[in-house]
């Protein structure tokens, strides 16, 4: 994929001298010491981070770790004080204001953390407010405007003012001023923040959504590690204005890279993070079709379980049969699998987090079967691999086990 | 003690003194047309308001009062404006009510884009900080002088003290109501790829305007309370009546053209605060 943003050896420094802030930093001097000595504010401290086109990238820290100022300097909100910003390949930094105002309209958008809209304005005047600083006429942004409130289910309300709109709603309309313009990049500080629990994982589930269809790159800013994992592609952790770790979220929660990282990764919910595909295993025992009920019985006795997968063409999925079922058929003189075949077995996708899998996982008195989109079977999830790859830390358990 | 203190005897009034010799001297021009200027205004605003029949006049309170409050009042306000008419002194309010709206007019034009201009400039306000304290705490009487000397008598020196006088209340809550903005909201404008101009226009003066609302209501009651005591330069008007009954010490005229004054006042006070809080409800 190609690198849609790269960012290299950021600084942004907050004071009267931040050359010589800059000039200590290089010499190693800590954010404490800087700060001590000279009186600057140290926000961002030598970032480097590349994001791919269509990455939703997450930025996660406390308050003070300098997500906030970095997500700033991505749209030159806030002007970095050396380093270079790279969109496209362009160096944002040395943009004029011609440019920079063109970069701003066109290429990239934001959604605020206090969403940020203007009270005086009516919803639809705020999602027009990005085409109308481009003098697109009246009809035109109108149109685009109301597709946009469409899109994040907002119809109806365009003439209400903002205020007269609940929290979850107002973000919303933060999201479609954002969308209205079609930027590449979307900058997202802590926009789920100011809202209440159920509402924010509706709308986690939302952008989720929005991004498999309009594969924007997005620049995601939280201080919850649940949702930066989430939500994010990659995320990367900050602290004191430094990225301390970056990666995906499974090499994340598997290698922190150091106590802080380990610390965090200690208040996770796993079952949100934890996928099928991370937790499922190969079957040892598997039949086929064609097989008849014999091989399955024996099968099942060498292995030691009460029931199997049976897979068609193509390692198709077709059905599970039990034992018990088998060994009356045999004393029936029957030999087809087929009609043994039982469908009370529970399928999932890869994908699928483990968090949506426990209650099946429990119900169920077979395993769970992990498929592809043609139904081919991927591997299956027994109880106990739940549970190994529930458990913090231990990146061995699951792969142990498979 | 008293030697010590005159060892340092330091007069800065001599400074000023010297100043506005130096301006009457050097801008006698500039004055002359700033004269002409003031004067063609105050008269086509006396004209056109005393143009109005009087009994249109208070109908257009009463209306004014009804629509933006409620009948009552509209009622109230009425009464107030024809209590003064029955005094007798319809002819003097209209033209101290032509010299305060010139007045708050300049005051307004300087005031805001100051204002504006000292949100974004923080040397600007620093400076103006205590210049604007000190125009607001002077007494009022002493911005006569120089205001005679400039423009000798009647009513464009008492137009000038008015204006210098009443400024402070609109370049102050312009001020402020700019930086108050929120940053977001700021931000969110920069963030769309607004100019300074567009940002200013379409965010920062929309959500500024019930504060800067506010801030034209005091310029308004000062400019009021200025032209009173501005008729000690000769500015006609309801003070002109006030300052005869002092010299007369003529007990029932001060009172017509006091209660005079306080009616007019209460009327432009609920006014333009009602204007502002049309604005706050956007």
Known sequence: MAKKIEVRNLVKIFGSKPKLAVKRLAEGWSKERILKVTGQTVGVNNVSLAVDEGELFVIMGLSGSGKSTLIRCLNL?????????????????????????????????MVFQNFGLFTHRTVLGNVEYGLEVRNIDKEKRRKIALEALENVGLKGWEDKMPTELSGGM?????????????????????????????????????????????????????HDINEAFKLGDRVAVMKDGKIVQQGTPEEILNNPSNEYIEDFVKTIDRTKVVQAKNIMIRPNALVSIKDGVRVAIREMQANNISSVF?????????????????????????????????????????????ENLLEDAIKTKYPIVVVNDEDRLLGIIVRTSILAGLLPNDSDAAECSA | M?????????????YVKELVNWLTVNFQ????????????????????????PW????????????????????????????????????????????????????????????????????????????????MQTMPSFVYLIPAMIFFGLGTVPAVFATIVYSTPPCVRLTCLAIK???????????????????????????????????????????????????????????????????????????????????????????????????????
């Open chain 1, 310 to 354: 049976v897979v068609g063409d193509k390692m198709k999925i077709a059905g599970i049969v039990t034992i018990d079922d088998c060994v009356e058929a045999v004393k029936n003189k029957r030999t087809s699998l087929q009609e043994l075949l039982r469908h009370d077995y529970h399928k999932t996708t890869k994908d699928e987090f483990v």
């Open chain 2, 2 to 14: 008293d030697s010590l203190l005159s060892l340092f005897e330091f007069n800065p009034g001599i």
């Open chain 2, 180 to 282: 108050g903005v929120p940053e977001e909201m700021k931000e969110a404008a920069v963030a769309f790829g607004s100019s300074r101009w567009q940002a200013l226009i379409k965010v920062e003066l929309p959500q500024a305007l019930p504060t800067i609302m506010a801030g034209i209501n005091q310029t308004t009651m000062m400019a009021m309370s200025m032209v009173v005591i501005s008729s000690m330069i000769g500015a006609k008007g309801l003070g002109e009546n006030v300052l005869i009954a002092i010299n007369r010490t003529d007990i029932a005229m001060g009172f017509n053209s006091g209660i005079s004054i306080v009616f007019l006042a209460i009327i432009i006070d609920r006014v333009t605060q009602m204007i502002s809080r049309k604005y706050e409800r956007v």
């Open chain 1, 170 to 222: 107002q973000q919303r309309v933060g999201l479609a001023r954002a969308l209205a313009n079609d930027p590449d990049i979307l900058l997202m500080d802590e926009p789920f923040s100011a809202l209440d629990p159920l509402i924010r994982r509706d709308m986690q589930i939302e952008l989720l959504e929005m991004q498999a269809k309009l594969k924007k790159t997005i620049i995601f800013i939280t």
């Open chain 1, 77 to 109: 909100l806030t002007k970095p004080t050396s380093g270079q910003i790279l969109v496209d390949d362009e160096n944002i930094v040395e943009y004029n204001k011609k440019q920079l105002r063109g970069f701003r309209q066109k290429k990239v958008a």
């Open chain 2, 55 to 134: 009994f249109l006049f208070i109908l257009l309170i009463f209306l004014l009062g009804w629509r933006l409050k409620n009948i009552r009042s509209g009622l109230g306000y009425a009464v107030m404006l024809a209590a003064i008419g029955f005094i007798g002194l319809w002819s003097e309010t209209i033209f101290t009510l032509s010299i305060v709206i010139t007045s708050v007019l300049i005051s307004i034009i300087i005031g805001i884009p100051v204002g504006i201009y000292a949100a974004y400039n923080q040397k600007l306000e620093a400076i103006l900080k205590p210049l604007l304290d000190g």
């Open chain 2, 29 to 52: 021009g500039f004055f002359d047309a700033l004269t002409v200027i003031i004067n063609w205004i105050v008269f086509n605003i006396q004209a056109l308001l005393a143009s109005i």
